[in-house]
């Protein structure tokens, strides 16, 4: 069992970046895929990032593919979203997720975090 806590969050202007982190309590992080999800205003949760347990398969919605990167250090039990070329379009909650598979489906996550805010002006 994992507890996924998201942090980096924040305001930034359209084409500036960010870095999100997910730092996930338990030992068996290292076993389990991640994803990130976000949920902008007025909108359902969407997919944007996946990364399987050993970082070597990775997989990314259209909306976000050359400007987001996700990434992991299962000996930090850490897992980050580099985002790049922010636009307006990708302000909102960003969620971490760990399942025991790699999918683009939410309901294919077993733990979810709080979610962390980003905001990005025009």
């Known amino acids: 069992q994992v507890q996924p806590v998201e942090s980096g969050g924040g305001l930034v202007q359209a084409g500036g970046s960010l870095r999100l982190s997910c730092a996930a309590s338990?030992?068996?992080?290292?076993?389990?895929?991640l994803g990130w999800f976000r949920q902008g205003p007025g909108k359902e949760r969407e997919f944007v990032a996946s990364?399987?347990?050993?970082?070597?398969?990775?997989y990314y919605a259209d909306s976000v593919k050359g400007r987001f990167t996700i990434s992991r250090d299962n000996a930090k039990n850490t897992v980050w979203l580099q985002m790049n070329s922010l636009k307006p379009e990708d302000t909102a909650v960003y969620y971490c997720?760990?399942?025991?598979?790699?999918?683009?489906?939410?309901?294919?996550?077993?733990?979810w975090g709080q979610g962390t805010q980003v905001t990005v002006s025009s």
């Open positions: 990364i399987n347990w050993s970082g070597g398969s990775t």
């Open positions: 997720a760990a399942g025991t598979i790699m999918t683009m489906f939410s309901n294919g996550y077993d733990y």
């Open positions: 338990g030992h068996t992080f290292m076993s389990y895929a």
